[in-house]
């Protein structure tokens, strides 16, 4: 089973990177850099065996037949990752957190 992701995907991880330093919920950037890192790496081994649920049609502007699971990364945060499937391959097309796409799940 392999995990893959779009490059629109990997920009934004990089963009959020950035994002986490200038909005100060990291005070070191190294820090910003470990959250994502360790976000990408929690993806990457334990998609294919996380219960899946299937994408409400909202999210049907980045892929049809989307399924997408949760990470619980802090108390604050949850991270919803929308993947497709083909073969033994997890397709990763969208990732939002709670504060962007909670209301839409």
């Not at 790496?41 to 998609?47: E, H, M, P, T, Y």
């Not at 990470?71 to 919803?80: A, E, G, L, P, S």
């Not at 083909?86 to 209301?103: D, F, G, K, M, P």
Request: proline share 3%.
């Amino acid at each position: 089973m392999t995990v893959l992701f779009l490059p629109e995907v990997e920009n934004y991880l990089v963009e959020l990177i950035e994002i986490l330093y200038q909005k100060q919920y990291f005070g070191f950037y190294e820090s910003a850099m470990d959250y994502v890192e360790d976000l990408i790496q929690d993806i990457k081994g334990s998609l294919p065996f996380q219960l899946r649920k299937k994408a409400p049609a909202h999210f049907d502007r980045y892929g049809k037949e989307l399924y997408y699971v949760s990470y619980r990364k802090n108390h604050n945060t949850q991270w919803y990752v929308f993947f497709s499937i083909h073969n033994e391959t997890y397709l990763v097309r969208y990732i939002a957190n709670n504060h962007t796409c909670s209301q839409y799940l």
